[in-house]
């Protein structure tokens, strides 16, 4: 499928903001199923200095600096991208998933770099409750594929949507109590039950294409960022293979799912993050994101 | 029988033996037969000849040294600053017993630096399976932010500290390594000059290495690291500020170097160069010794919330336009989990055999390492991102050993050699000791500072006392730390840099100054009083009046008798208002700016210390007059430190915070005194007294001759032009020297503000100040009352014109992901 990506960030500001610098993570990767045909990023006001790079998880980002006074700073992305579904080897999926943990699977060329996903991380932490949630899904010598799914099938049905339920600083704790979050709470959940036996997986931040109501017109811009998680496989055919799982949807993460970034977790990825100086006392934010197909 | 020779005689007794006859430690100054050490032997025909009482003298003698140079530690978790305390008799290494050891530093640093471009760049370490991945990654020193392909650091260590403790076979063996920002270089220097000065002919005698070619090879090397031309490269040393753990050390080492000392607001990035912020203009920085751990130092793109550091940071370290020393992602090297694998990391990185062992720890991440933890119960238990030990019952260490194994690593009790300490009568203790090393990068290759910092460490093993570490020469010959070719310090000169908060802090010194000069003379007057006064005679009314003026700045003290409350003026520092308040705030000011002032300032604290001891151990009232007179001699020997500077813009600030404070201390001191008539009687004390508080009765006494009049007192002290006590003068003064700062143009605010105030003074005359309505002096009360008003103004003009640096860094608003 290919899809036209549209994402646009607005920061609206009570007083001049005099200095802004910012990091981005929102240019689609390029991966063997996804192509990216088209981005174009741009700023208002223009940042008298910008520079791409490519992070530590190989993800693409932007630095910008804008010191042009002003009140609101936006954000656009446009991206032209071709998914195609994913397609695993059954053969690993089928493997006792007490074979998939990287730091005994020394074996593998690629298990080295899987280790720092199958360890906590700032917003991922050791936590006891997710480990024995994510245990019932992990029998002794249960196939990989089946005990990942499982979670994932758990995750959806136990947990309640609820975007009241949550703030950017929700914990893993408060996701376990109230049985309710939204997409990047049910990643951290998953990521916190799986590492907490040993295996690896990755946080990933992107788009889902929706599909409206039927008899509705689509909504530009009603879309949002989204993020699911993805599970390595050990020993795949020439290794760095990654199962794709989106909990909150409870289905695997196929041509409708457009990768921008993957990462410990939602601290190492997130879309725009940045430090300003100013004397404003509030500040406002909205995003907008749309997926159509192109 | 001398102290040391009583000492040696100690050590060799058969109680410090085991029964197998094998010594259970290593002494560094008595061998096993009994005699001194070979380092020793050089030195004995001075040294044995101390005694108890010469060395008790000493340790006074070490110990004013260090208050005369205001050398502090400020101990961790807010619990206070404490002196630095160093014990006189040093360390003494031969050169035969350093060679080896030299070797072994350098090949240690240089492995050190080889590991972190190892892991910032290809990794080989974890993908060979040399270091286990999980103790790199969960480690907080490592900086993902830095692990790019677009960072190329080759030599990201240029300064590296190495712990060492001496085993009972005489070998020295690495506790830990400090590679993010080293401290402990500058409080070594500071021990050599005093130890230099206390002991001198043990000194003369010991034919050491000296340490100052370190220094200057630290600032070319520093210099040179920028990749620019040396000459012009702009090198600051970012400090965490003078409350940070080790505030001397780090104003020491960038006055020492010449360097700036800076904090992260002083810092910005624009157009892809960190900049500092000076009067005026910005000017690129090429290279930042930090002492800030790298997660401070970019709330961009490290912690967000830190107010240390530069926001834009880490790009810029990215892009190779400035170079942080030591390299942002250097903190990983300080985990104790990568000590075991240092052995295996250096075969495969260098081809050698480590050198120097560490001491045998075992990391719970590894197989045999947690079965370690939960077996051995004599380890030292600690976490990979904490030097402290974890002082826990056996249970919880457990629990938590089994939770998170990764986390903790159990190291060996290191056994550590035993020196002689002197306390406090001058008797010798045998006390363990640890050695601090440090290594410059420096041509090509790691050059240890020949000497070092020890530790003496008390029965729990926490830091008691510091020590000098003296390497003797193997000849006359050789040049001072091995380094010939290297250019003294005294060559080179720093250039003025003034950074807004600088100039804010200097302004706040000269403030303080003043004010704690016109308490203190407030404080004399009122106390000659007070010794006179007799209950419900004009003496003791003039006493009321004048500790009026006292309480008009300082609120109404403690008790009811006034000796309590002038003694509660001298000492109680958190009373706003006080002399005692005033010079803590002079001291805090001073240290904010510690690298920019003579060391003679910190004399002058000396001298308000022992005042303000002496008026608190004396019970005796003409004590107080005393202390207080003594503390005024302290505090205007500041004045000399001050006459002594550039007349730069430091300079001028400093002046233009006395001027202003000193009209305004006249104004209230006016203002509480001579606005309402009491009586003949009364007010000719008052008037005596107030003159006394303003320096001027010897003054008045030559220009009037006659009695003290209230015209001849408001003449003198509001209008007179040529007494530097007046208040004209003052004004006259702030004026001319807020000429001098960057950003006056002769019309700004503050200059405007002082300019309309000395016209609204010149205006008016002695004979409609001091007439009288009722019993009033309207007039005087609302001249003093606009004066007071207008300074106010004034004091917050010059800040927002000289001192601001705009608003501080603060992140965007955040969203979740809340996904479809």
Not at chain 2, 2 to 11: P, S
């Amino acid at each position: 499928m290919r899809w036209a990506l549209w994402h646009r960030t607005t920061y609206t500001y009570d007083d001049e903001v005099t200095d802004s610098l910012g990091v981005l993570h929102l240019r689609p990767r390029s991966l063997p199923y996804q192509r990216v045909l088209d981005h174009e990023l741009s700023l208002t006001p223009v940042p008298g200095d910008a520079a791409p790079d490519v992070d530590h998880f190989g993800n693409e980002t932007t630095f910008f600096q804008v010191r042009t006074p002003h009140t609101e700073l936006v954000v656009r992305a446009d991206s032209t991208v071709e998914v195609e579904d994913r397609v695993h080897d059954d053969a690993v999926l089928a493997v006792p998933w007490e074979r998939a943990r990287p730091a005994e699977r020394r074996d593998l060329p690629d298990a080295w770099r899987a280790i720092e996903l199958a360890l906590p991380s700032p917003r991922v932490s050791r936590h006891a409750g997710a480990a024995s949630y994510a245990a019932a899904s992990l029998a002794p010598g249960r196939p990989l594929g089946e005990a990942s799914y499982d979670l994932m099938h758990r995750i959806h049905e136990d947990f309640a949507y609820d975007k009241t339920a949550t703030t950017v600083t929700s914990t893993l704790d408060d996701v376990l109590a109230e049985r309710a979050g939204v997409c990047q709470d049910f990643a951290h959940l998953f990521l916190a039950g799986w590492r907490a036996h040993g295996l690896a997986a990755r946080y990933v931040s992107g788009y889902l294409a929706t599909t409206p109501p039927p008899g509705k017109e689509r909504v530009v811009g009603a879309d949002a960022s989204h993020a699911w998680v993805e599970v390595w496989l050990p020993g795949s055919e020439g290794g760095g293979d990654w199962l794709a799982l989106d909990p909150t949807n409870d289905q695997p993460a196929g041509e409708r799912y457009v990768t921008v970034a993957c990462g410990r977790d939602y601290g190492d990825v997130p879309p725009v993050r940045g430090i300003i100086f100013t004397e404003a006392r509030s500040s406002s934010l909205k995003v907008e994101v749309d997926v159509a197909p192109g | 029988m001398t102290a040391l020779r009583d000492y040696a005689d100690r050590v060799n007794q058969p109680e410090l033996s085991d029964p197998s006859g094998s010594p259970t430690r290593w002494d560094e100054m008595v061998g096993p037969d009994g005699g001194l050490r070979a380092p020793w032997k050089a030195l004995a025909s001075v040294a044995v000849g101390l005694t108890e009482h010469d060395l008790a003298r000493v340790g006074r003698d070490v110990t004013r040294f260090l208050a005369d140079d205001g050398v502090t530690y400020v101990r961790p978790h807010g619990r206070g600053e404490v002196p630095w305390r160093l014990d006189p008799v040093p360390l003494v290494l031969d050169a035969a017993d350093w060679a080896s050891l030299e070797v072994g530093l350098a090949q240690r640093a240089e492995l050190l630096d080889a590991v972190l471009v190892d892991l910032y760049g290809e990794q080989t370490l974890l993908a060979e399976g040399v270091v286990p991945p999980e103790v790199v990654h969960t480690h907080p020193g490592f900086v993902r932010a830095l692990a790019r392909r677009s960072y190329v650091d080759p030599h990201p260590l240029l300064v590296t500290g190495t712990d060492l403790g001496r085993g009972p076979d005489g070998a020295w063996l690495a506790l830990g390594d400090r590679t993010q920002a080293p401290s402990g270089i500058g409080f070594a220097m500071e021990n050599r000059r005093v130890v230099s000065r206390v002991l001198p002919e043990l000194y003369r005698e010991a034919r050491l290495h000296r340490l100052g070619p370190f220094f200057s090879a630290m600032r070319s090397v520093l210099m040179q690291s920028g990749g620019g031309e040396t000459a012009d490269a702009r090198v600051v040393v970012l400090s965490t500020g003078a409350g940070s753990e080790t505030a001397y050390d780090q104003a020491f080492v960038a006055s020492t170097l010449g360097f700036p000392l800076v904090e992260g607001a002083d810092l910005v990035v624009r157009d892809g160069y960190v900049h500092l912020r000076t009067a005026g203009s910005l000017e690129r920085v090429d290279v930042i010794l930090r002492r800030v751990d790298a997660e401070w130092t970019d709330p961009l793109e490290l912690r967000g919330d830190s107010r240390l550091g530069v926001a834009g940071l880490t790009e810029v370290v990215r892009r190779g336009r400035v170079r942080v020393v030591n390299g942002l992602g250097s903190g990983v090297l300080e985990s104790p989990a990568l000590l075991p694998y240092l052995p295996a990391a250096c075969r495969h990185l260098l081809d050698e055999d480590l050198r120097l062992a560490s001491v045998p720890t075992w990391w719970g991440g590894s197989e045999e390492g947690r079965a370690a933890l939960l077996d051995r119960s004599d380890l030292v238990v600690r976490t990979v991102d904490d030097p402290a030990p974890l002082r826990l019952p056996a249970e919880d260490l457990r629990d938590r050993v089994l939770a998170d194994p990764g986390r903790y690593v159990g190291q060996e009790p290191a056994d550590l050699s035993w020196s002689p300490q002197v306390g406090p009568s001058g008797a010798v203790h045998s006390r363990p000791v640890s050695l601090r090393t440090f290594a410059l990068q420096h041509g090509g290759a790691y050059r240890p500072m020949v000497g070092g910092l020890a530790s003496v460490l008390g029965d729990d093993r926490s830091v008691i006392s510091s020590k000098d570490v003296w390497v003797l020469k193997a000849s006359p010959e050789d040049p001072d730390q091995g380094l010939a070719e290297v250019l003294p310090l005294s060559t080179l000169r720093a250039p003025e840099v003034t950074v807004p908060r600088v100039l804010e802090d200097m302004f706040w010194l000269g403030r303080y100054v003043d004010r704690a000069e016109a308490a203190l003379r407030l404080t004399l007057a009122a106390t000659t009083l007070a010794e006179e006064a007799r209950p419900a005679t004009a003496g003791d009314q003039a006493l009321a009046v004048v500790r009026g003026a006292v309480h008009r700045l300082a609120g109404p003290g403690p008790g009811s008798s006034p000796e309590t409350d002038l003694r509660s003026v001298l000492l109680d520092g958190r009373r706003v208002g006080t002399a005692a308040h005033a010079v803590a705030g002079m001291r805090e000011a001073a240290q904010s700016v510690r690298d920019q002032l003579s060391a003679d300032v910190w004399r002058a604290f000396g001298v308000l210390d022992r005042a303000a001891e002496l008026v608190t151990d004396s019970p005796y009232r003409h004590q107080l007059g005393e202390g207080a007179g003594r503390m005024l001699t302290g505090v205007l020997s500041v004045d000399g430190v001050v006459a002594s500077m550039m007349r730069d813009q430091t300079w001028h600030v400093i002046e233009a915070g006395r001027c202003l404070e000193r009209a305004l201390q006249l104004a209230h001191l006016l203002r509480a005194t001579t606005c309402v008539r009491r009586g003949l009687d009364v007010d000719r004390r008052v008037l005596d007294a107030v003159l006394v508080a303003t320096e001027s009765s010897v003054t008045h006494r030559r220009r009037f001759r006659g009695h003290v009049r209230p015209a001849s007192v408001v003449d003198l002290l509001l209008l007179d032009r040529a007494n530097p006590r007046s208040l004209r003068f003052a004004l006259v003064a702030l004026a001319d020297h807020l000429s001098g700062l960057a950003g006056s143009t002769g019309s700004t605010r503050p200059e405007r503000l002082v300019a309309d105030l000395l016209t609204r003074v010149e205006e008016t005359d002695t004979a409609t100040l001091v007439a009288i309505g009722g019993v009033d002096r309207p007039h005087l009360a609302d001249l003093l009352d606009e004066v007071l008003a207008q300074l106010s103004r004034t004091a917050d003009a010059i800040a927002e014109l000289h001192f601001s640096t705009g608003p501080a860094p603060r992140p965007f608003p955040h969203l979740v992901v809340a996904g479809p």
